[in-house]
């Protein structure tokens, strides 16, 4: 496979001219109800600099990267529009980018191939040609933005997950149950780095209430892995496609983690591979520094930029 040529390059775009104030949010730019004049709203933290940046740098940095990884909170509509206005705003520019849904499993790309071959413009009619309403995600609604982008543009729209009856399978019988041809080709002999390990264990328990033992936790793990693994498997097909030669992730933010997520697994195939990783942030009443966020992560976010939001 082609390398994906230089890191992601941030010095390059931020200098010392960086330092801004941003101007008060208007009540009737979100959907979201809670907190809106919240005075972290709107702002974009950039944990390596520990600063804050103007929207400008976090879109030029995305021009140049080879993937965009948009970690969302899937409930929250406002997340989802950002998601699209970022996808519209790459277009502008030029690129071509294949937007990856962590929503749709693989054994359902027909279903959006066959609806595209008829309705090449129609995202309305996508989410029920994918059975949408019983997927278990928001209604596709607050999705169909996005894919209104996309089917404009004519870019590529395609499945990230497994399919449920893989992670099932894996969930029982661990990576053996991939076989080894793919159980190579997603690197996942590679373990995770030990610090990186234990976050991850420590996070699914805490999001399993404490209710499922540490030492009982290695399905989930591997579930998890997996999942990271086969999204970023499809991120990098993407990308290799001479018409796009660029990907976006849309999906949960705890994919868009560096440490053990999606771009970790990329870095994993392509340590010279060139991405940018976005999570959108729900801000709370009692906190008004990103520090106070940071904390769930063990005091630093794993991602390049939080964008916080109502």
């Not at 740098?57 to 529009?81: C, P, Q, T, Y």
């Not at 328990?205 to 997996?226: A, G, N, T």
């Not at 195939?269 to 009443?285: E, G, H, N, P, Y």
């Amino acid at each position: 496979m082609k390398k994906f040529k230089t890191t992601l390059l941030t010095a390059a775009f931020i200098g010392a001219s960086l330092s801004f104030t941003i101007s008060a949010v208007a009540a009737d730019k979100w959907v979201s109800p809670l907190h809106r004049d919240h005075p972290l709203v709107d702002k974009i933290w950039q944990p390596s600099a520990q600063r804050f940046v103007e929207r400008s740098v976090v879109e030029a940095i995305a021009r140049k990267a080879g993937f965009v990884m948009l970690g969302e909170s899937h409930n929250n509509i406002d997340h989802h529009r950002l998601q699209a206005e970022l996808v519209k705003g790459l277009i502008s520019a030029g690129r071509k980018p294949a937007i990856v849904f962590e929503m749709v499993n693989e054994d359902r790309q027909s279903k959006i191939d066959q609806w595209r071959a008829t309705h090449p413009k129609d995202a309305a009619g996508l989410g029920p040609a994918l059975d949408w309403a019983r997927s278990g995600w928001p209604e596709w609604s607050v999705y169909q933005p996005i894919a209104d982008a996309g089917l404009a543009a004519g870019l590529p729209l395609l499945a990230g997950n497994p399919a449920r009856d893989l992670t099932r399978k894996v969930s029982r019988e661990g990576f053996e149950a991939l076989g080894a041809k793919r159980r190579a080709r997603l690197r996942l002999d590679t373990p995770l780095p030990a610090k990186a390990a234990d976050v991850m264990r420590e996070e699914l328990y805490q999001s399993h209430c404490k209710l499922i033992p540490v030492e009982r936790l290695s399905p989930l793990i591997s579930v998890q892995r997996i999942r990271d693994a086969v999204l970023a498997d499809n991120l990098i097909t993407a990308f290799t496609q001479k018409t796009t030669r660029s990907a976006i992730l849309i999906a949960g933010s705890g994919h868009a983690r560096r440490d053990h997520g999606v771009p970790w697994h990329i870095s994993v195939r392509d340590t010279d591979a060139k991405s940018i990783s976005i999570s959108f942030l729900q801000v709370r009443k009692d906190a008004t520094k990103p520090e106070a966020y940071s904390k769930s992560y063990g005091g630093k976010f794993p991602f390049d930029f939080v964008w916080c939001t109502p």
